[in-house]
């Protein structure tokens, strides 16, 4: 296992490398980073562009400028943002935190009720219980997140002041304007809207997955073979059913993990949740390019890891899958 570990940690390099290669370039070409600069600050003297250029790498050979650029970033030797001039890793860094603080609730909150919900319908196959969770999958799925943002913030905002005299949920932020410290209660009833928005996405998907992966499970040699021994029904489901049905729900869930650091772009706008996603929609409308540049390593390196990690998940839920 540790070698395995070890390897794949290695191969992560050079693929984190030519991931952020072809990003820059792609930002380079997309954005025109200088021309931005220049368009946002009409005023900067010749000096001032040709340290943007250097610290940004962004000299006319792509290969140089991006090693110029990954030597600055890997020094922290970060070029400030073209708007406003502020430090980039600290709006990185608040963004990210806000962007895992939700990605997080609202999946422990989805997978775990869709997983119970898809055994649940496993169980009964063809039954009612099945048809209602396949039609509510279904359902669940086909609405998009801006659709179900809007109708949680008419139900619990606009026509719940109506009726009651206050809104149940605010509809934006972390906290309210000119709040100033740590409150988690006030946090979640800011995040509560946002999460049911992603969480019944989540839900609806792994429902689906888990209730088809138990029923290939639940009908195999082996599962046969154990209830023939005697083993108590629960037994069978839980140490032989569920934990070999959640090897491909494995895979979905490190890779669903994995790109929320990327943020949640439609519901973070939608709801004017500072995270990832919010992050990078003003940077890239701007075509900030020492905003984007950090968020897009961020990005690839948790899905490299969240790789990783389903990779070894597989051998923790399946003993007769060695990765040595």
């Known amino acids: 296992m540790t070698r395995f570990i070890g390897r794949r940690l290695l191969w992560a390099i050079p693929t984190l490398l030519l991931v952020t290669f072809l990003v820059y370039m792609a930002l380079r070409l997309g954005t025109n980073p200088l021309e931005s600069y220049k368009r946002i600050n009409p005023r900067a003297s010749r000096a001032k562009l040709e340290q943007y250029k250097k610290l940004n790498g962004l000299s006319d050979n792509y290969v140089l400028g991006y090693l110029n650029w990954l030597k600055n970033f ?5 070029p400030r943002s073209i708007k406003g001039s502020r430090e980039v890793f600290p709006a990185l860094k608040d963004a990210m935190a806000n962007t895992i603080r939700l990605g997080t609730l609202a999946s422990v909150v989805g997978i775990a009720v869709g997983l119970f919900v898809g055994i649940f319908a496993a169980l009964k196959p063809g039954g009612k219980r ?25 139900l619990f905002a606009v026509y719940w002041g109506r009726w009651f005299g206050s809104s149940l949920f605010p509809t934006s932020g972390v906290y309210p304007p000119g709040h100033t410290g740590f409150d988690p209660l006030l946090m979640l009833k800011h995040m509560a809207l946002p999460t049911i928005v992603v969480a019944i996405q989540v839900i609806a998907t792994y429902s689906r997955y888990m209730r088809s992966s138990l029923l290939d499970v639940l009908n195999s040699d082996y599962m046969r073979t154990a209830r ?3 083993i108590s029904e629960r037994r069978v489901l839980f140490r032989h059913g569920v934990r070999n049905a959640l090897i491909p729900v494995v895979t979905i869930a490190a890779l669903d993990v994995g ?12 709801f004017d949740y500072p995270g990832m996603g919010r992050y990078f929609l003003r940077a890239f409308d701007q075509g900030d390019f020492p905003l984007l540049m950090p968020w897009m390593v961020l990005v690839v390196a948790s899905v490299l890891i969240f790789n990783l990690i389903a990779d070894v998940s597989y051998a923790y839920l399946d003993p007769r899958i060695r990765l040595d």
């Open 259 to 270: 790109s929320i650091v990327g943020g949640l772009i439609i519901t973070e706008n939608i």
């Open 228 to 230: 023939s021994k005697g």
């Open 74 to 78: 890997i020094t922290f030797n970060w």
């Open 130 to 154: 099945d048809v209602a969770v396949n039609t509510a999958a279904f359902v669940g799925i086909s609405i998009p997140p801006y659709i179900s943002a809007v109708l949680l913030q008419l």
